[in-house]
C-alpha cells in the first residue's frame, strides 16, 4: 500500500504545542493532513506520535494514529529516518506491506498538487529511489558572507567575489515539506551498492517556509495572508 506518514512529536520547546497550535484557524496539523487526502493517492494517512492531544487532533482531522511512537523515538535528538522506520515497520506487521510512502512535516504551504507532482517524478524517473521537495536559495551561496569576532565579514568564496552572480550555479535546500520514498526502488540501490540519493522538486520560494521558531511562525502567518488569504484557497491554479 502507499501511505503518507507525518511524524508530529509532542513536547516542542521551541514552540510549545506546535502541531496542535491554531494556525489561520486551524492546528497546524490539519495542513499536511488535509494535502494528503485531498490527493486520492494514499490507502491511509498515518500520524506518529507519542503524544493523545496530536493524535486527536489527527484522528478529527481525518488521519489515522494508530499506535504510540515509542518514547526513544520522541526525544529531541531523535532523527527522522526511524520515525518512519518504525512505522513503515508497524503497518507491514499489522496492516499491510507499505510499497511506498511520502513522509510530511506539518507545513501548511504544503499542497495536494505539490505532492502529486512529487508522486509523477518518482513514477516517471527510471530507478528513482527518493523525491524531495526544494527551493532556491535567493542569493547565490558562492557569494556567502562569514562574520569574524571583531565584526568584520569577508568572503567564504573569494574566489567568487568577482564572478557576476548570473554566472553562478544555482543551489537549492530542503523545503521542509515531503519527501516521497519507493522502497522497492531503495531496496534495489542497496542490493547494488549504490547510494540512495533523492531526486529535488522544485517548489516556488513564496511556497516555502520552514516553522521551528516563534520568528518562523509569525513569517509563515505573514506569508500565508499574503499569498492565500486567511483561509485561502492553496489548491488553487491546480
Given at each position: 500500500?502507499?501511505?503518507?506518514?507525518?511524524?508530529?512529536?509532542?513536547?516542542?520547546?521551541?514552540?510549545?504545542?506546535?502541531?496542535?497550535?491554531?494556525?489561520?484557524?486551524?492546528?497546524?496539523?490539519?495542513?499536511?493532513?488535509?494535502?494528503?487526502?485531498?490527493?486520492?493517492l494514499?490507502?491511509?494517512?498515518?500520524?506518529?506520535?507519542?503524544?493523545?492531544?496530536?493524535?486527536?487532533?489527527?484522528?478529527?482531522?481525518?488521519?489515522?494514529?494508530?499506535?504510540?511512537?515509542?518514547?526513544?523515538?520522541?526525544?529531541?535528538?531523535?532523527?527522522?529516518?526511524?520515525?518512519?522506520?518504525?512505522?513503515?515497520?508497524?503497518?507491514?506487521?499489522?496492516?499491510?506491506?507499505?510499497?511506498?510512502?511520502?513522509?510530511?512535516?506539518?507545513?501548511?504551504?504544503?499542497?495536494?498538487?505539490?505532492?502529486?507532482?512529487?508522486?509523477?517524478?518518482?513514477?516517471?524517473?527510471?530507478?528513482?529511489?527518493?523525491?524531495?521537495?526544494?527551493?532556491?536559495?535567493?542569493?547565490?551561496?558562492?557569494?556567502?558572507?562569514?562574520?569574524?569576532?571583531?565584526?568584520?565579514?569577508?568572503?567564504?568564496?573569494?574566489?567568487?567575489?568577482?564572478?557576476?552572480?548570473?554566472?553562478?550555479?544555482?543551489?537549492?535546500?530542503?523545503?521542509?515539506?515531503?519527501?516521497?520514498?519507493?522502497l522497492?526502488?531503495?531496496?534495489?540501490?542497496?542490493?547494488?551498492?549504490?547510494?540512495?540519493?533523492?531526486?529535488?522538486?522544485?517548489?516556488?520560494?513564496?511556497?516555502?517556509?520552514?516553522?521551528?521558531?516563534?520568528?518562523?511562525?509569525?513569517?509563515?502567518e505573514?506569508?500565508?495572508?499574503?499569498?492565500?488569504?486567511?483561509?485561502?484557497?492553496?489548491?488553487?491554479?491546480?
Amino acid at each position: 500500500m502507499i501511505v503518507a506518514i507525518i511524524p508530529a512529536r509532542g513536547g516542542s520547546k521551541r514552540i510549545p504545542g506546535k502541531n496542535v497550535k491554531p494556525f489561520f484557524g486551524k492546528p497546524l496539523l490539519a495542513y499536511p493532513i488535509e494535502a494528503a487526502l485531498g490527493t486520492g493517492l494514499f490507502d491511509a494517512v498515518i500520524v506518529s506520535t507519542d503524544d493523545a492531544a496530536i493524535a486527536e487532533t489527527a484522528r478529527r482531522h481525518g488521519a489515522k494514529a494508530p499506535f504510540v511512537r515509542p518514547a526513544e523515538l520522541a526525544d529531541d535528538h531523535a532523527p527522522t529516518q526511524p520515525v518512519l522506520d518504525h512505522a513503515v515497520a508497524w503497518l507491514a506487521a499489522n496492516e499491510a506491506p507499505v510499497t511506498a510512502y511520502c513522509a510530511l512535516y506539518a507545513n501548511p504551504f504544503t499542497t495536494a498538487a505539490t505532492i502529486e507532482r512529487g508522486y509523477d517524478l518518482l513514477r516517471r524517473t527510471p530507478g528513482a529511489c527518493v523525491v524531495m521537495g526544494v527551493t532556491d536559495f535567493g542569493y547565490p551561496i558562492q557569494r556567502a558572507l562569514r562574520r569574524g569576532p571583531d565584526g568584520r565579514v569577508s568572503y567564504l568564496h573569494p574566489e567568487y567575489a568577482l564572478t557576476r552572480s548570473q554566472d553562478l550555479e544555482p543551489a537549492y535546500h530542503d523545503a521542509a515539506q515531503f519527501y516521497w520514498h519507493d522502497l522497492a526502488a531503495i531496496a534495489a540501490a542497496g542490493a547494488r551498492g549504490e547510494p540512495v540519493l533523492a531526486h529535488g522538486l522544485v517548489i516556488p520560494r513564496h511556497l516555502c517556509q520552514d516553522i521551528d521558531t516563534p520568528e518562523d511562525w509569525d513569517l509563515a502567518e505573514r506569508l500565508y495572508a499574503a499569498f492565500f488569504g486567511a483561509g485561502g484557497d492553496r489548491e488553487a491554479g491546480r
